[in-house]
């Protein structure tokens, strides 16, 4: 007859294995939070634009410019939580680009209240995150 601890060593010594290959394959796997997303999609848009501008000499009119032109897609148009960016032209050298966030609020007077915002400055060295 065997005893309890022999029956048991293979079990346990194949547990521990798993889970440490588990826990290592868990520690590689980055997690990007909705916040994370909005801004790497942002980033990707601003990237977008100034290649969009360097190729044609313009500035896009819209974000579905920039899908049209396959710079981005129909899903980086939008943000984690899939909302429709905000996009406007501001002068011929500036662009703001704006999400909403996970809740749409507005302020006292109806204004919308944006989370996140991008001012990119177009044919200059300078550009502004906020």
């Not at 065997?2 to 294995?17: D, G, M, Q, Y």
């Amino acid at each position: 007859m065997r005893k309890f601890n022999e029956s048991i060593f293979p079990f346990l010594a194949t547990a521990v294995f798993f889970g440490t290959i588990g826990a290592l394959v868990a520690s590689s796997i980055t997690v990007v939070s909705k916040e994370g997303e909005t801004h790497l999609k942002m980033h990707k848009l601003k990237k977008a634009v100034f290649e969009y501008e360097c190729t044609t000499g313009e500035i896009p009119d819209s974000l579905n410019t920039l899908v049209d032109s396959d710079l981005v897609s129909n899903q980086d148009v939008k943000d984690a939580w899939r909302r429709a960016f905000i996009y406007k032209i501001v002068d011929t050298e500036t662009i703001h680009l704006k999400s909403v966030g996970e809740f749409s609020k507005s302020d006292l007077n109806g204004q919308v209240e944006f989370d996140y915002s991008m001012t990119v400055k177009l044919r200059s060295e300078e550009n502004h995150e906020q």
